[in-house]
């Protein structure tokens, strides 16, 4: 047996707008850590996370970037890729109450990692033994 079989398996919290960043422009460096995440281990999302990615990709302004088709294909992709976590422990307790349901998929899912480019979760790492860091910094680990 080799010993990458004993490598562990990232289970991992992306927010949205990592994922917006990682659609908009494929060659940076949000996509770059999406693509490693959902690579070398588990993306996690719940229904509230899936729900606001899809409401944020509608908007018209996203048209001049990426086409709807894209945005629609992405999100079919990673609902098929993604691990979808069932809430059952709720959490308050972001700063701002609009990131506690990020918090949520990753204390249900067991997570190692948030990626974030959000202040108000970027200044609770680590959040219960979970890294909460940026795309560079999930990149560098």
């Known amino acids: 047996m080799c010993a990458d079989s004993f490598r562990k398996i990232d289970r991992v919290v992306v927010d949205t707008n990592v994922f917006v960043s990682a659609i908009v422009a494929p060659r940076s460096i949000p996509r770059q850590a999406v693509d490693q995440a959902s690579d ?11 729900a606001e990615l899809e409401e944020v990709l509608r908007r018209p302004k996203f048209d001049h970037y990426v086409s709807r088709e ?3 294909m ?3 992709q990673l609902r098929a890729l993604a691990e979808s976590v069932p809430i059952i422990r709720l959490v308050r307790e972001c700063r701002d109450p609009k990131d506690d ?3 949520e998929v990753a204390l249900n899912g067991r997570a190692d990692a948030i990626i974030t480019g959000d202040a108000d979760l970027l200044g609770m790492h680590p959040w219960r033994e979970i890294a ?5 910094k999930y990149l560098k680990r």
Do not use: C, D, H, W
Not at 132 to 136: E, V, Y
């Open 70 to 72: 894209e945005r629609a």
């Open 132 to 136: 909460i860091g940026t795309p560079t």
């Open 101 to 103: 349901k990020f918090l």
């Open 74 to 76: 992405f999100l079919s």
């Open 40 to 50: 070398n281990g588990v993306l996690l999302l719940s229904a509230a996370t899936m």
